[in-house]
């Protein structure tokens, strides 16, 4: 189950079934999940962050409640941790390094706003430099 069902499901069961109670549900200020339980994404929105606070908050707050939670038949149990649970790549350790070289790579490479501000830094260090010169 994606982590959309999961939300839409658990406010179905919320509502004992009534997709229009799901619909008319005024929880917006004490539900995490609210935004979310039409079953439709919100932009900017983590479903898995919805998730994890929802959870906080069925477990008084804490991580190691909500980690040993026990109601696995809760249509939330498998994403309750903040992850997703869909998501295990298995990687060779040859795949492994490539990504690690590919992520180095994209994050030290100059874009152009990082290429300006090294030009206008050296530009900064040869103007002091001719000023103390100068003097
Ligand atoms: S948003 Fe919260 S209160 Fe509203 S239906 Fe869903 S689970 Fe229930
Ligand atoms: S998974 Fe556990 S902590 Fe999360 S909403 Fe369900 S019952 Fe509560």
């Given at each position: 189950m994606s982590a959309t069902k999961a939300i839409r499901t658990k406010c179905l069961d919320c509502c004992l079934g009534s997709k229009n109670e799901v619909k008319l549900c005024a929880s917006e200020r004490i539900c995490a999940l609210h935004p979310l339980r039409l079953g439709k994404p919100v932009e900017g929105m983590s479903r898995l962050k919805v998730i994890r606070e929802y959870c906080l908050g069925c477990s008084e707050g804490t991580s190691k409640a909500?980690?040993?939670?026990?109601?696995?038949?809760?249509p939330?149990?498998?994403?309750?941790?903040?992850?997703?649970?869909?998501?295990?790549?298995?990687?060779?350790?040859?795949?492994?390094?490539?990504?690690?070289?590919?992520?180095?790579?994209?994050?030290?490479?100059?874009?152009?706003?990082?290429?300006?501000?090294?030009?206008?830094?050296?530009?900064?260090?040869?103007?002091?430099a001719y000023a103390k010169e100068s003097t």
């Open positions: 909500v980690s040993e939670c026990e109601f696995t038949d809760c939330l149990y498998a994403y309750r941790l903040g992850k997703n649970p869909n998501r295990k790549l298995k990687l060779t350790d040859e795949q492994r390094k490539d990504r690690a070289n590919r992520l180095r790579e994209a994050t030290t490479k100059r874009t152009p706003v990082k290429r300006y501000l090294a030009e206008q830094t050296q530009e900064a260090i040869a103007s002091a």
